[in-house]
């Protein structure tokens, strides 16, 4: 199985997930008009409209992700003639399980303490 094997279904699945956000966006903003028309105020309607952001986070989780899963693929390539595609995928899967097990020990960490955001330390 070659990387040129998965090329339509890496596609199809691109075009899948970029549909599910449009139709994910245009439905929310619909829903955040109609409340809006109505004239509904309170938190729970400000919690609609705030957006969750992974922010530093977020970033931190996928770029170890990102880096495990890089360096497992470019060391498949410098010694390709020992991995199958295979083996490859299975150490790309195990490396980013351990990845996101790295992320939840450090993660805690480097959390901001919600007193250090009113205080501005």
Known sequence: MHL????PVLILGVIFWGILAIVREVSQNKLRHRIVDKG???VNVQNLF???AGGRQGSL???ILL???GLVLLASQII??????EATFGVMFVTAGVCLLV???VAPKN?????DKKTGR
């Open 103 to 105: 992320y939840y020990f």
């Open 4 to 7: 040129g094997d998965l090329t």
């Open 111 to 115: 959390a901001e303490k919600p007193e």
């Open 67 to 69: 880096l495990g899963v």
């Open 40 to 42: 509904l105020t309170g």
């Open 80 to 85: 390709s003639t020992e991995f199958s595609d």
């Open 50 to 52: 705030h957006r969750e």
């Open 61 to 63: 989780k996928w770029g």
